[in-house]
């Protein structure tokens, strides 16, 4: 089984940005379309924000669009979020998973967005 390991997280002021990163082991990430999921609270539903295919083609939320950029370096296993422009609303745990969540989920990465 894959194994995600989440990291970037912290406080930001609103209108800062912040950079998360997600490692994946084994050796089939290179095939698979990659997401990343946002859960704003326990409970509530954990929403994609942002994946990206195996041929680097990305697509956004709308509530992140033109602010977030997702990346993939297959080479190092890893999927990317830079996040810019971040509102109070984009505080959340952020975790990584294939596109249709096929994966265990890791441990996630908090994002606080406060002044």
């Known amino acids: 089984q894959v194994r995600l390991v989440e990291s970037g997280g912290g406080l930001v002021q609103p209108g800062g940005s912040l950079r998360l990163s997600c490692v994946a082991s084994?050796?089939?990430?290179?095939?698979?379309?990659m997401g990343w999921y946002r859960q704003a609270a326990p409970g509530k539903e954990r929403e994609l924000v942002a994946s990206i295919s195996n041929i680097g083609r990305p697509n956004y939320a709308d509530s992140v669009k033109d602010r977030f950029t997702i990346s993939r370096d297959d080479a190092k296993n890893t999927v990317s979020l830079q996040m810019n422009s971040l509102k109070p609303e984009d505080a959340a745990v952020y975790y990584c998973?294939?596109?249709?969540?096929?994966?265990?989920w890791g441990q996630g990465t908090q994002v606080t967005v406060s002044s």
């Open positions: 084994g050796s089939i990430f290179r095939y698979i379309n």
């Open positions: 998973n294939t596109a249709t969540r096929t994966w265990n």
